[in-house]
């Protein structure tokens, strides 16, 4: 599974963004959708997940702020930060967790994007 997330960039406190995250690839299915950060020096930590059914999950720092989605007929997840803050600059990575089909079977793929840079300064 091949993930392309877009969206970051440069943004003053109390601002907005949406990231999108598209997959491809051999889908067969892909059950839970995720975004991920990694700021500067601090380890990879989970920001937002949803299922294929919509069940989401936050961490603690978001709730409230931001919203996870996804468009399962286009294979695509959206997080929309809003009131953002300086402490959430970070690289934004998505994740897919698929099924997946090739050379005659099926396989479970936990996929990362490449990542997106989110800066929240003014």
């Known amino acids: 599974v091949q993930l392309q997330a877009s969206g970051g960039g440069l943004v003053q406190p109390g601002g907005s963004l949406r990231l999108p995250c598209a997959a491809s690839?051999?889908?067969?299915?892909?059950?839970?959708l995720g975004w991920y950060r990694q700021a500067l020096e601090k380890q990879r930590e989970l920001v937002a997940t949803?299922?294929?059914?919509?069940?989401?999950n936050y961490a603690d720092s978001v709730k409230g702020r931001w919203t996870i989605s996804r468009d399962n007929a286009k294979n695509t997840v959206y997080l929309q930060l809003n009131s953002l803050q300086p402490e959430d600059t970070a690289v934004y990575y998505c994740?897919?967790?698929?099924?997946?089909?090739?050379?005659?079977?099926?396989?479970?793929?936990?996929?990362w994007g490449q990542g997106t840079l989110v800066t929240v300064s003014s």
């Open positions: 690839g051999s889908i067969v299915s892909i059950d839970t």
């Open positions: 949803i299922t294929r059914a919509g069940r989401t």
């Open positions: 994740n897919a967790k698929a099924v997946t089909y090739g050379s005659g079977r099926y396989s479970s793929e936990n996929s």
